[in-house]
């Protein structure tokens, strides 16, 4: 594996810190901006929002640059919105650098995993994806907890300088070993073409071949992971019956088991990546309906906490390798279309399970609003396998660079 598909892990890894690490910062922030507590939480909304619109509007718009001009661009402006909103006194400023650090971060991911799947051969590309998704589970495991240590002892800003100063080693790994090529061309012979795919190319292979179906399911996958995983604590606590110093140890239980899925997705998912997906998200709905059942459970908890966060990322990474493979003619917007999905199930699945949790049905109902969606998931792979077109042959476009 190429040492540049690491360094885009890394970067990764800074820009999934700061997407989840606000959840500890909340009452610091609040305190220090004299906002209320729903206020300092939007930074959360309006980072989630960011990374949703600005996926598909920040890959048309580096469309056409070299990818590592592209990558440094993205990654300098995410680290100047830190920087700013380290220093900054105003809310509104703070929530100004939320939406430029998400915009950022979603450029950057659309732009990396093209990137990373062009550096290797074809049946390393599953491999190549969940190194550079496996940054986000390393952030759940060490930043996430980390940036919470530092907002206790040293401030929330601190947490902020810490995420800008974790970014400066990949720009600088960035600069020196992604290569400066250009994006994919099209190609009409085994020759080679010499024209970019145009956009209306790329949103046409996009709508080919079960592809939106596929980034459906993604978003459904998602959301079940993060609908159960957002109410972990209150799960954990108030019907589990484990203490409060549990929750820090679940948390990471479930990203050690992120980073094992993402880890062994990468290494079997190319060879058998249909199965792979199928036999993931049947996994999936019956853990999260087997953790609603068993919650009064710690010794199931605990361990069900580790097995869905290994099946969840497993499964997700596939997921990103999947829609690649679908289509071969949009080379720079299928990434950005996969994290969009992502992103958008990562907002709607903890809403869901709040609105279940605001009706009375208790804490165990975002678990089950989890199995619900992995359900419905399973049901929109059933129809696209239906509608899908036969097996690819060989692509028209070229993702190698």
């Known amino acids: 594996m190429p040492f540049a598909v690491y360094v885009l892990g890394l970067a990764v890894f800074a820009q999934g810190t700061s997407e989840f690490m606000l959840s500890g910062l909340v009452s610091g922030i609040a305190e220090d901006l004299q906002v ?3 206020a300092a939480g939007l930074l959360t909304s309006a980072f989630a929002v960011g990374m949703v619109i600005g996926a598909p509007l920040m890959a048309l718009f580096s ?17 100047a919105a830190h920087v700013v909103g380290a220093v900054t006194p105003s809310y509104e400023v703070l929530l100004a650098t939320r939406i430029v650090g998400a915009l950022a971060n ?10 990373a799947i062009a550096m290797v051969e074809p049946a390393a590309r599953a491999r190549a994806t969940s190194v550079v998704v496996g940054g986000v589970t390393v952030a759940c495991v060490v930043g996430v907890p980390a940036g919470a240590l530092l907002g206790e002892h040293l401030g929330w800003r601190a947490a902020f300088r810490a995420v800008a100063l974790v970014s400066l080693p990949a720009l600088v ?14 190609t009409s012979s085994p020759v080679g073409g010499t024209e970019t795919p145009t956009v209306r190319a790329e949103l046409r292979s996009l709508t080919g ?3 939106l179906l596929t980034l459906l399911t993604m978003a459904l996958v998602q959301g079940a992971t993060f609908g159960a995983f957002s109410y972990l604590e209150p799960l954990a606590t ?11 140890a679940l948390l990471a239980l479930f990203g050690v088991g992120s980073l094992v899925g993402v880890t062994v997705s990468g290494r079997v998912g190319d060879a058998r990546r249909g199965t792979f997906v199928l036999a993931g998200m049947v996994s999936l709905a019956l853990g999260w309906a087997a953790l609603a059942l068993g ?14 966060g290994m099946l969840a990322f497993g499964t997700g990474s596939a997921m990103i390798s999947q829609v690649f493979q679908l289509a071969p003619g949009a080379p720079t917007l299928a990434g950005s279309f996969a994290t969009a999905a992502f992103n958008i199930g990562a907002a709607a699945g903890p809403w869901l399970g709040g609105l279940t949790i605001d009706a009375g049905l ?3 109902s975002p678990v089950w609003v989890s199995a619900a969606l992995m359900a419905l998931a399973l049901g929109m792979a059933g129809v696209r396998r239906l509608v899908r077109s036969p097996r690819l042959t060989k692509p028209t476009v070229s993702v190698e660079g």
């Open 362 to 364: 208790g804490f165990r």
């Open 295 to 308: 919650a009064a459970s710690p010794v199931a908890v605990v361990a069900l906490v580790l097995v869905q």
């Open 63 to 79: 469309r056409k640059w070299p990818r590592r001009r592209a990558l440094l661009i993205f990654l300098t402006a995410f680290v």
């Open 173 to 186: 790994a960035i600069m020196t070993s992604v290569p400066d090529d250009r994006p994919p061309t099209t």
């Open 106 to 115: 979603a450029g950057f991911w659309a732009v990396a995993l093209v990137a």
């Open 238 to 248: 108030r019907v589990t019956g484990l203490g409060d110093g549990w929750v820090p």
């Open 36 to 38: 209320s507590i729903p």
């Open 209 to 211: 071949r079960g592809v």
